[in-house]
């Protein structure tokens, strides 16, 4: 959770001076980060969720509903550290 909250103050200065994420906490730390964010995409993807009442544990239903609700809002952060590690 700390990674990922200080990933979310190193993005603002990320974007706005066009410095490489890895210049300004470190190339471990940034990988660390990158990977921590994966990581949070792989728990949510393999964690069931409740609907009227009921545990829903079938796979194919927890990705859809992963999908549909915040897969969007976790891959957001990783798209540019992604750009700035593997293709720049």
Same mark, same amino acid.
């Given at each position: 959770?700390? #990674?990922?909250?200080?990933?979310?103050?190193?993005?603002?200065? %990320?974007?706005?001076? @066009?410095?490489?994420?890895?210049?300004?906490?470190?190339?471990? $730390?940034?990988?660390?980060? %990158?990977?921590?964010?994966?990581?949070?995409?792989?728990? @949510?993807?393999? $964690?069931?969720? %409740?609907?009227?009442?009921?545990?829903?544990? @079938?796979?194919?239903?927890?990705?859809?509903?992963? #999908?549909?609700?915040?897969?969007?809002?976790?891959?957001?952060?990783?798209?540019?550290? $992604?750009?700035?590690?593997?293709? #720049?």
């Amino acid at each position: 959770m700390i #990674i990922i909250m200080a990933f979310q103050c190193f993005m603002p200065i %990320y974007v706005t001076f @066009n410095v490489p994420f890895y210049d300004i906490v470190g190339t471990t $730390t940034a990988y660390l980060m %990158y990977f921590a964010l994966i990581g949070d995409i792989l728990v @949510n993807i393999n $964690t069931s969720y %409740y609907e009227k009442g009921k545990q829903v544990k @079938n796979r194919k239903s927890v990705i859809l509903k992963y #999908i549909k609700t915040s897969f969007f809002m976790d891959i957001l952060p990783i798209i540019p550290i $992604t750009i700035d590690f593997f293709l #720049i």
